[in-house]
């Protein structure tokens, strides 16, 4: 039982990346969505392509996130949990990386 329920925690913390980059795409705001935490956001050269592409990026790690999140079903003494654990990490690192790269670098007002 508790396998599920942790895995159930996993799952809600990647739906809620999902909705908020659902929400980032759809938005028909004037200013630009923050990527860092208690940062502002960038000044950028199309606002509403910016929160698109952060968007997408949101659902992408969400969806991510829920995927290796699995490993936590094989038990709270498993050692494949460590899956879970790297797997997190690497993909926030990633996203981070991805977003500076791609994002930041296109829109952003030079």
């Not at 799952?11 to 759809?26: A, D, E, R, Y």
């Not at 990527?35 to 000044?43: L, Y």
Request: net charge positive; hydrophobic share 55%; aromatic share 14%.
């Amino acid at each position: 039982m508790e396998t599920i329920i942790g895995f159930v925690i996993w799952l809600v913390v990647s739906l809620l990346f999902v909705i908020f980059g659902i929400f980032t795409m759809k938005s028909k705001k004037a200013k630009p969505f923050g990527f860092w935490a208690n940062a502002a956001a960038p000044e950028v050269t199309d606002v509403q392509g910016y929160n698109k592409a952060l968007g997408k990026l949101w659902v992408v790690f969400g969806v991510a996130f829920g995927i290796i999140g699995l490993p936590l079903l094989a038990g709270q003494n498993s050692a494949i949990i460590i899956l879970s654990v790297l797997g997190a990490m690497f993909l926030s690192v990633g996203t981070m990386i991805y977003y500076t790269l791609a994002i930041e670098a296109r829109y952003k007002k030079k």
